[in-house]
């Protein structure tokens, strides 16, 4: 993909204004800067060239300081907004992870009475959030403790030590907290205050994770990690 097209409006075969067009409908080809260059200044002419999709116009002969000046600043108005177009891409993409965990959330919760079912709903968050592994801790009252219901990705010799695994809930207040204001929150293993224990994401060999709060109404039930 070129960083910025120049055209010059006369040319053979194909002008200027037909290329551009050209160009606008090929896949990517929308939002490259594209700088015309034209003997034409009169006021159809310029019209033509936006209309065509030309970002921005230069009349011949070309004054070459000028055109440099245009051309530094397409290419910065360029990366300006592929900046904002690859923020507004990570937004609707950790959008669409909390609508995953959520919706598996509710799935999680309608179906705690079978862990087959717990451990295949591990393994579509999974898939759907191209991760290696997943798990599902819920809240014993008996023990006052979270322990692992449901996995998916974690070797045999693993799962046997996660059965042992109880965590207080004293361990998990920072997390807890941050549940009371949003039932989806990321963790990274380099994140200065763990909200969830370092042994455990090291356990699971997680750079990072999504937690979910799996609730009952209003009561939080368990965690889900992926």
Known sequence: RPAMVLLDVMMPEMDGFTTCQTLRRLPGGEHIPVLMATGLDDI?????????????????????PLLSHRTRYLLRASRAFEQVHASREQA?????????????GRQLISSLDSSAI????CQLTAEALECACSLTLL????????????SWGIAEEQREELKTLRIPRSVLLDLLKGFAVNDVIRQAREDSGALLPLPLL?????ASC???????GEELIGIHIA
């Open 44 to 64: 159809i002419s310029i019209n033509r060239a936006y209309e065509a999709g030309a970002t921005d116009f230069i009349t011949k002969p070309i004054t070459w």
């Open 92 to 104: 609707q993409q950790e959008a669409y992870i909390s609508t995953t965990l959520l919706q598996v």
């Open 118 to 121: 717990l451990n295949r709903l």
């Open 139 to 150: 809240w014993e009252p008996e023990e006052e403790v979270y322990a692992p219901l449901a």
């Open 202 to 206: 090291e356990h699971l060999q997680l």
């Open 210 to 216: 999504l937690c979910l709060a799996l609730r009952h």
